[in-house]
Each structure stands twice: as structure tokens, then as C-alpha cells.
């Protein structure tokens, strides 16, 4: 490999041979000759190497505040989402536009990012409305056209619970006593009772399908019927699903909201299609995605679950991945799996690459790492061919720096191009990684 890279370095510098190779202006060669700086031993085994350099600057003059998450969309601009608001990037790291107000009121509290195939941008947030006198603080999800032209406009609002059908016949509150009758409100606030409220409830990620339309993972402290307070809503876990417009089509009731099992969603943290840039004439019809769980203090045994969705002529079916789930019975098929027991404790963003390789990127804050699986939910990717080997080689990294292969508190992976996208939140920064192998 390292000879390779030399050979083309210096058929670039002596024959200049642009139209072969690239122009030495192009993105890609740029990055090819900044791997120089990077150690030189990286490149004897297969793993991701890091791209020079890592993005810091935000869009907004100054530098990148706990970025939270980062989306290369289809028209290959980068987006990136932090405290003060969202950042627009060309894939040269080159600021493009800042958005930092929507509407009147600070675009603020983002925790995902993502755009549609119509090239609308799809924004989790949080935003305030008034209610009877009463200011909320609430998910929402921004649907923003125009972002690349410098007049982004505000073409739909996703509000929680506005936008759950399930909540539609229960009477809009007060924060601290929503779903109890007024005397039992009283009671409360006499007595200090805590009563759960919608401003409790996050909207923590949302991921598209092939025809725009798109799901969205809510959040918050786990509300049973049990409880007394909740039996006429849906509880705040789970994951929704919504139609082009934005309307709410379901409650994805089949998965459990309180007890993590093999088909659950206990505080949602990620979710993931295989849906992505670049475009292309037709995508896959499947509804199937990945859910991340993250339960504050709790350790999840299979923290990322595979959910397979069939359409049966008793209605849609939502699935355990038992392909994916076998995988990992037989340790013959590699190093490790997406259903290895603990093998994940802490995840915080899911991405698919849109390619042939189909891998399944997942960061976790817990060990500070990035993980990388392969289309069967084997931890690893393909060998090279001249190995002779089938055995997935195991790339995730990590560990708790500043460092190029370090990460502090990773909130946010996309994936594009053959290059991994990693908001490196207690670093400030935007990492990028390609896998070696891809160089040749």
C-alpha cells in the first residue's frame, strides 16, 4: 500500500498528468497528499486514517461549539449543527451559510440533522410557543428549503405533542400538570408531587426513507399506564413515523417504551436508513431501520437493534432482525457483532453508508469511539482482496483524547464518499476518517 501511495505521489508531481489522475486542486487529491503528514506505520495495516484537516471553523466567523451532529447531503454540502446554531460547509470545509435564527427565535438546542431527497433539511430542535398565557419549551422538527441559496425558509414544524395523533383528544396543560384533572393538579402542587410534562419529552433523531417520508425517535423519563398519569397518551419512548407532510401516520407501539429486549426503543438515542446521497434514480422500498438505545445509567445488552418492517395482510409487521441476530452465534463469522451482548454502551448517532459496502456507523459516548459494522452486523470490514482472507477485519477505534484517533464525548457520524464524518463534541471539532484501503 505505502508503495502505491508513493508511486502515484510522484507520478502526480512529475507528469502532471490532470486528466488522468485529478487536479492537484481537487478535494480528494488534497486529501490524498495531506495523509503525508499522517504517521506513515497507519498505513501497514487496514483501518481509518485521518483526513487533514479536521474542520473547526464554524460558518459563523468563529469556531465550532460542541457540534452535536454532521450530515453530507445530496447536494454535497456539508451540515453541521452545534450550540449556536446550523453551519453550511462545502466539502472543502469552507463556510457557506449560517443559520442561526428561524422565525423570530434562536435556532437552538439541535440534536440531529438530516435532508431529504427533495433537498429540504430536516432539523431537530427545541422551540418555544404560548399557550394560554403559558410559554413551552418543546421538540420540534424544522423543515427548511432554500438553506444553499442564503433564504432559508420554514416550509413545516413538527411539534411534540401537537403532531402525535395519540395526543390529539388530551387537553393541552399546564407544563407541571398536563394529564390530570385540575383538582388532582392542585392536589400536586400542594403536596410536591412530580407530574411528568411535555417540555420532559426530546425529539433525539430522525432518518428519511426513499419516498421523503421519515421517522423520528422521542425521549424522556419512562411514563407507563402504571404510573396512573399516562394511560390516555403515548409514552414519550419510541419511535414516530410521519408521512411526506409531516403528518404522523404512528406510534411505532411494537416497540417497547420501558423494557429493553430485542425490540425495543427505551430512550432512543439514534436511528438509521440505508437512504442516502448520492442521488440516484430509485432507492430501496424498505422501511427497515436501526434504533440506538442510551437509558441514563443503565447498561443495554443489545444497545443498537436491527428492525425489519413487513407489510402482511393483518397490516405492518415490525420485525427482530433474525439474520443479523444469528450472526453473532457463531464466532467463527468474526470479532465481534452488532449483537454482542454489551458490546455498546453509550450510543449516540447511527450512519449507513449508501454504497455498496452498506457498513453501519455507530459513535458512543461512553467509551468514546466509533464503531464500524458490515451489512450482516459483523463488526469489521471487507479484507483485502489479496489477503485471501473472507474474515471481516475489525476497524472501530477510539478512546477518550484530542488526538486524531481520539474522540471526547462523539455525538454525531454521517458518512459520504467513502469518508466518515465524525462531530466530535468535547473537541469542537468535525472529524473525518477514509479507510485506508480505499486510497488504492
Not at 394511560?231 to 419511535?239: I, K, L, M
Not at 454502551?345 to 455498496?356: C, F, H, K, Y
Request: charged share 20%.
Amino acid at each position: 500500500m505505502r508503495s502505491t501511495f508513493l508511486l502515484l505521489s510522484l507520478a502526480l508531481v512529475v507528469s502532471g498528468c490532470d486528466s488522468i489522475f485529478g487536479s492537484k486542486d481537487d478535494v480528494t487529491t488534497d486529501e490524498i497528499f495531506d495523509e503525508g503528514a499522517v504517521d506513515p506505520t497507519l498505513l501497514d495495516e487496514v483501518g481509518y486514517v485521518p483526513l487533514n484537516p479536521f474542520y473547526s471553523q464554524g460558518a459563523n466567523g468563529g469556531s465550532f461549539q460542541r457540534p452535536v451532529d454532521v450530515y453530507v447531503g445530496y447536494d454535497e454540502l456539508i451540515y453541521v449543527g452545534d450550540e449556536q446554531g446550523l453551519h453550511v460547509h462545502d466539502l472543502a470545509g469552507r463556510p457557506q451559510t449560517f443559520i442561526g435564527e428561524l422565525e423570530g427565535q434562536p435556532l437552538r438546542d439541535i440534536t440531529a440533522l438530516i435532508q431529504d431527497r427533495s433537498l429540504d433539511l430536516l432539523i431537530v430542535a427545541r422551540r418555544d410557543t404560548t399557550l394560554a398565557g403559558l410559554t413551552w419549551d418543546l421538540p420540534v422538527v424544522y423543515r427548511l428549503s432554500g438553506v444553499t441559496t442564503g433564504m432559508p425558509t420554514v416550509e413545516d414544524i413538527v411539534w411534540h405533542p401537537f403532531d402525535d395523533r395519540s395526543r390529539s383528544g388530551n387537553q393541552f396543560r399546564n407544563p407541571q400538570c398536563y394529564l390530570v384533572s385540575v383538582s388532582e393538579c392542585d392536589r400536586a402542587a400542594l403536596d410536591g408531587s412530580v407530574i411528568l410534562s411535555d417540555q420532559d419529552a426530546s425529539f433525539t433523531d430522525i432518518a428519511v426513507l426513499a419516498d421523503n417520508s421519515f421517522y423520528v425517535s422521542r425521549s424522556g423519563p419512562v411514563n407507563t399506564q402504571a404510573d396512573g398519569l399516562n394511560s390516555r397518551v403515548q409514552p414519550f419512548n419510541g419511535v414516530l413515523a410521519f408521512a411526506p407532510d409531516g403528518t404522523n401516520t404512528r406510534f411505532i407501539s411494537d416497540l417497547s417504551p420501558t423494557q429493553p429486549s430485542l425490540l425495543s426503543a427505551v430512550y432512543p438515542s439514534a436511528l438509521a436508513t440505508p437512504i442516502g446521497p448520492p442521488q440516484r434514480s430509485a432507492f430501496t422500498e424498505a422501511q427497515d431501520f436501526f434504533v440506538a438505545q442510551n437509558p441514563p445509567g443503565l447498561d443495554v445488552r443489545y444497545p443498537v437493534l436491527s428492525v425489519l418492517v413487513v407489510e402482511t395482510s393483518l397490516g405492518t409487521e415490525f420485525r427482530v432482525d433474525i439474520g443479523r441476530l444469528g450472526a453473532s452465534a457463531n464466532p467463527d463469522n468474526g470479532d465481534g457483532f452488532l449483537y454482542e451482548d454489551f458490546g455498546m454502551r453509550g450510543p449516540t448517532s447511527l450512519a449507513i453508508a449508501a454504497d455498496e459496502t452498506g457498513y453501519l456507523f455507530a459513535t458512543d459516548e461512553e467509551t468514546d469511539s466509533l464503531y464500524i459494522f458490515n451489512r450482516n452486523g459483523i463488526e469489521g470490514v471487507a479484507p483485502p482482496p489479496a489477503s485471501g482472507s473472507l474474515r471481516p477485519v475489525k476497524v472501530s477505534f477510539g478512546g477518550t483524547g484530542s488526538g486524531t484517533l481520539s474522540f471526547n464525548d462523539p455525538q454525531g457520524v454521517a458518512y459520504f464518499d467513502r469518508t466518515v464524518y465524525v462531530a466530535d463534541a468535547g473537541n469542537n471539532r468535525i472529524a473525518r476518517y477514509r479507510l485506508n484501503t480505499d486510497f488504492e
